[in-house]
């Protein structure tokens, strides 16, 4: 059986299960802090039966200052998926799923306009989850990644994948084709 719950500062000593894998992306200690204290809400752990941390999941909600307002890259009040991720023994279970929904629920209820992320273009299996639960590629991001695990260039792209919230009824927020549609690293504002 799997629980979800808020992080909590202790939860920093007993992420192994999930950190030591080459998948996750590892952080400094204040920037887990940081994520805890700005946006408590919408940082969410899995458990399994014997208290070990299986999953999880950081997130914000943001907007881009006023001086980005009037680019063609302005991002209004959203939500961002910042790390996800569940541990080898533990995936192919759901997790990855009821940890996102919980996402897209805090962020549904702070008025967030989407949900988006960033993940590597060769990483199929994750765009297929992130299509499989409704989104969708917003843009390409060239060279975003300074490493290209395929070898076949200095740099791997992301695609910018959105799901639109429920204050986006007009879907404004989604574009058809995202993939076509390319920026560069710097075009993108990062707070």
């Known amino acids: 059986m799997t629980a979800l719950r808020q992080f909590e500062p202790q939860d920093l000593l007993r992420m192994n299960l999930t950190n030591l894998d080459p998948l ?13 204290i700005t946006w408590p809400s919408l940082f969410t ?5 014997h208290g070990n941390i299986i999953g999880y999941m950081m997130g914000k909600v943001e907007e881009d200052p006023l001086w980005v307002k009037f680019t063609p890259h302005y991002l209004p009040w959203h939500g961002h998926v910042t790390a996800l991720t569940v541990a080898p023994q533990s995936r192919r279970l ?6 996102t929904a919980a996402l ?16 590597r273009e060769g990483n199929e299996t994750a765009v297929n989850l992130y299509k499989g639960m409704g989104y969708s590629i ?6 975003y990644y300074s490493d290209d695990p395929t070898g076949r260039k ?7 994948m959105r799901k639109p919230l429920g204050r986006d009824k007009k879907r404004q927020h989604i574009r058809k084709n995202g993939g076509n549609y390319t920026v560069l690293p710097e075009d993108i504002y990062h707070g």
């Open 24 to 36: 996750t992306e590892n952080y400094n200690i204040d920037f887990y802090l940081h994520y805890l």
């Open 45 to 49: 752990i899995a458990e399994d039966q």
């Open 94 to 99: 759901g997790l990855a799923r009821l940890l």
């Open 104 to 119: 897209e629920r805090g962020c549904e209820e702070q008025k967030a306009w989407f949900v988006d992320l960033f993940v």
């Open 138 to 143: 917003f843009r390409r991001v060239l060279d």
């Open 154 to 160: 200095s740099g791997e792209d992301a695609f910018d």
